[in-house]
Nanobody
Framework: QVQLVESGGGFMQAGGSLRLACAAS????????MGWFRQAPGKEREFVAR????????YYADFAKGRFTISRDNANNTVYLQMNNLKPEDTAVYYC????????????WGQGTQVTVSS
């Protein structure tokens, strides 16, 4: 089972940037997909981006395209989410998750990391 710990959140003014990190441990990630999700107050959790650990192919939600970049560091078993041109509507708790390619995401969620963007 993969254990995930998110970090890097904070308070930022609109237009600024933040980089989130998700450190994974517990097993090799070969063949896994890593993803970022977010949940704003009063809203459902939503998909942000995902990346294939093996080949680095990434997919993004429409709101993330052009502003967010997901990447991985194989040596350190860490996934990053670089967020640029932040907007107040990006305010949310951000979570990472993992799962074998082609399988559902893990039902286990970590604590997440809070991102707050002021206008």
């Amino acid at each position: 089972q993969v254990q995930l710990v998110e970090s890097g959140g904070g308070f930022m003014q609109a237009g600024g940037s933040l980089r989130l990190a998700c450190a994974a441990s517990g097993r090799t990630l070969s063949g896994y997909v890593m993803g970022w999700f977010r949940q704003a107050p009063g809203k459902e959790r939503e998909f942000v981006a995902r990346i294939s650990w093996s080949d680095g192919i990434a997919y993004y939600a429409d709101f993330a395209k052009g502003r967010f970049t997901i990447s991985r560091d194989n040596a350190n078993n860490t996934v990053y989410l670089q967020m640029n041109n932040l907007k107040p509507e990006d305010t949310a708790v951000y979570y990472c998750n993992s799962g074998p390619a082609g399988s559902p995401w893990s039902p286990n969620w970590g604590q997440g990391t809070q991102v707050t963007v002021s206008s």
